[in-house]
């Protein structure tokens, strides 16, 4: 009789923490948009894989988001001809913060027209991102007013700001 008590303070003392953690992520999140350029290079031996491209991110204040790769996948091989693709993918995440750290999973990711690249060549040499259930993280940097950086390893990355606000006439 003496222990009834211990059942609902374990349950509470395993819920609040969980239901405090979602306000917070919740009351954290707002629109913003962000641009960057992309480029990586895969180098094995005798070979070359590259790509490179315009990213624009757009984070929704609901904790989604899309983003949009408009590039190329380009692969070198020595004493080969080069082989370039077009690619121009767009993926749904779902994204959280916690302090100055951002996480992103993707939910879907989509090819759109003139698109040529093999799924596997881009979701393995161009961006991870690409495969629906990946999970990245980043910092996030105030870089001055409403402006952010995310990045890792303290390296800015993506520049960001929220959407402007429109003028009434």
């Known amino acids: 009789m003496k222990k009834q008590w211990l059942f609902p303070v374990a349950l ?5 923490p969980w239901i405090v953690f979602s306000l917070q992520n919740s009351l954290n999140r707002v629109d913003w948009s962000c641009q960057s350029s992309y480029e990586i290079n895969r180098i094995f031996p005798g070979n070359m894989i590259r790509a490179f491209a315009r ?3 757009h984070y929704h204040a609901d904790g989604t988001g899309v983003m949009r790769f408009t590039g ?5 091989s020595a004493g080969k001809p080069d082989i370039k693709t077009t690619l121009h993918r767009a993926t749904e995440f779902e994204y959280s913060t916690i302090g100055s750290f951002l996480r992103i999973t993707t939910s879907k990711a989509t ?23 990946y999970v990245e993280y980043f910092q996030i ?29």
Do not use: W
């Open 12 to 16: 509470f003392v395993m819920v609040v």
């Open 111 to 133: 090819a759109f027209m003139g698109d040529n690249t093999p799924d596997e060549l881009a979701g393995k040499y161009a961006y991870m991102g690409f495969n629906p259930g």
């Open 55 to 57: 990213v624009s991110s």
């Open 72 to 76: 190329a996948l380009l692969q070198e």
């Open 141 to 169: 940097m105030k870089i001055g007013g409403d402006a952010i950086a995310s990045g890792f390893a303290g390296l800015p990355r993506i520049y960001c700001l929220p959407p402007v606000a429109k003028k009434h006439r």
